[in-house]
């Protein structure tokens, strides 16, 4: 074998080792990648630990004050857990008791299934979110269904799905999980005080530390808004990102303290195509709502009530229901 | 005329083959990943294909061109097809996490790779045809 031959293979070895390497680098990091942003659960915060140290915090924070304050919220508890005790009556379609009253209505616009949820509560503390895994964390998720059943909810849909992304407030049950604002435009954010009243805010004009000491207890990072002040505020163009069709969609309204709408529509079937973002506004301004706000849709887009999925969630083109980081519920 | 870099598989000729068909692969992937993406789009996936068609079939075609400038050092002709994969990898990455509405900073990072990579393969490219033209010169 001649002198440039060898020279001539070796190199020709070295570029095979170094396209043989850098493929499998890049292979490999690009798994990472997607596996590191879909899948690998990080950040976990336990929700109950949450709760406890938020207690603890208003506990030193406040003293003999709050200790009358519990003091009337024993007696309110009691009260309410008194009222509790009669017997509520559950159809297949509705839930009534002395404190909580839902009705479901499936009724059919746009060629799609739509289930309207008329909620009355008594309590503002009745309306709830729940997280998988009771647990604040990126990629940390679970099937609405079985959030639900672990908070002994009697109503629930799918949240923001929070844990998709690394910014957007989120606000669950008076503790602040996360106060990184949005980048870009669409950033309005959805913010449950402690009366039960809504209010439609954006990120870029206040902090999540500022809706904190408002008294907000819910902060949901989706949207975008539907309604405000009970006008329809999204427009007959506008769509969640880039998609710009009819997809399954899940809103929550309120008509007035205490009085809301949570309507979860099918789509991407052959029976229901789905709405647009400006068709769910319309449908909830039909119901009278005055603030109303887009949630998570497509898959995600889950209601269950005692029990059962109302709704006929898709996942996959299947009829299946998604795993989600967190709900709305009703308990 | 064959622009030769370390051997002959590594011809222009065979790197516009290679890259005609990376151009047609990502066209085919973003065709029938937007088939299943809900209309929901991005331009990241839907040009996907721009990428390995202007950095790599364009640049492989005026190289077929041009007349012969002797072989090519092996840094740059590495340095710049790993960045044109870590870019159409990028792009891919990036139109999949705009249409599932999240985003990750190692996407980022793997743009940055592949531009720096890129830059450095053409960096040594004119680095060596500068210093063969001023051989010749002398």
Request: glycine residues 8%.
């Amino acid at each position: 074998m001649g002198k440039n031959e060898q020279m001539s293979n070796r190199k020709k070895r070295r570029i095979n080792l170094w396209a043989l390497f850098y493929s499998i680098a890049l292979t490999g990091y690009t798994i990472f990648t997607l596996l590191y942003t879909f899948v690998i659960p990080r950040d976990v915060v336990s929700m109950s630990g949450a709760w406890n140290s938020v207690n603890q915090e208003k506990e030193v924070n406040h003293g003999d004050e709050n200790q009358q304050i519990a003091g009337e919220k024993s007696g309110i508890e009691e009260g309410r857990e008194q009222e509790d005790t009669m017997m509520p009556v559950i159809t297949d379609n509705s839930y009534e008791s002395s404190t909580i009253s839902i009705k479901i209505d499936t009724i059919r616009e746009y060629d799609t299934d739509i289930y309207v949820a008329d909620i009355r509560l008594k309590s503002a503390q009745s309306l709830l979110s729940g997280l998988a895994k009771n647990s604040f964390g990126r990629n940390v998720t679970e099937k609405t269904s079985e959030i639900a059943k672990d908070n002994d909810a009697i109503f629930a849909v799918n949240g923001d799905f929070y844990g998709f992304r690394d910014e957007g407030y989120v606000m669950r049950n008076g503790y602040l999980y996360r106060s990184t604002k949005r980048s870009g435009n669409n950033n309005e954010d959805l913010v449950i005080y402690e009366d039960g009243s809504f209010e439609i805010i954006n990120e870029s004009e206040v902090t999540a530390g500022e809706l904190e000491e408002k008294g907000a207890v819910q902060i949901f990072s989706f949207g975008p808004g539907l309604i405000q002040d009970g006008e329809i505020i999204v427009g007959e163009k506008d769509e969640v990102d880039q998609s710009m069709t009819s997809n399954p969609r899940t809103a929550i309204g309120m008509i007035e303290p205490l009085h809301y709408i949570i309507v979860v529509s099918d789509g991407r079937t052959s029976e229901s195509e789905g709405l647009t973002l400006y068709q769910l506004a319309g449908l909830m301004k039909e119901y009278g709502c005055t603030q109303a706000y887009n949630l998570d849709g497509g898959g995600s887009s889950t209601m269950w009530f005692n029990g059962e999925i109302v709704n006929q969630p898709t996942s996959h083109g299947k009829i299946k229901e998604r795993s989600v980081s967190d709900i709305v519920f009703i308990r | 005329m064959i622009l030769y870099s370390l051997d002959r598989k590594f011809s222009a000729k065979n790197m516009l083959f290679v890259y005609a068909g990376v151009t047609m692969f990502c066209l085919a992937f973003s065709t029938i990943y937007a088939r299943y993406s809900h209309n929901v789009s991005s331009d990241y996936m839907t040009y996907l294909f721009v990428c390995p068609l202007l950095l790599g079939c364009v640049p492989a075609f005026l190289l077929m061109k041009v007349s012969e400038i002797g072989k090519l050092g092996r840094i740059s002709y590495n340095a710049y097809h790993s960045g044109v994969a870590a870019l159409t990898v990028s792009s891919m990455l990036r139109g999949i996490f705009e249409i599932a509405g999240t985003s990750s900073e190692f996407q980022t990072y793997l743009t940055y790779a592949g531009l720096v990579m890129a830059g450095v393969g053409i960096l040594f490219l004119l680095l060596e045809i500068g210093t063969r033209f001023m051989c010749r010169l002398r």
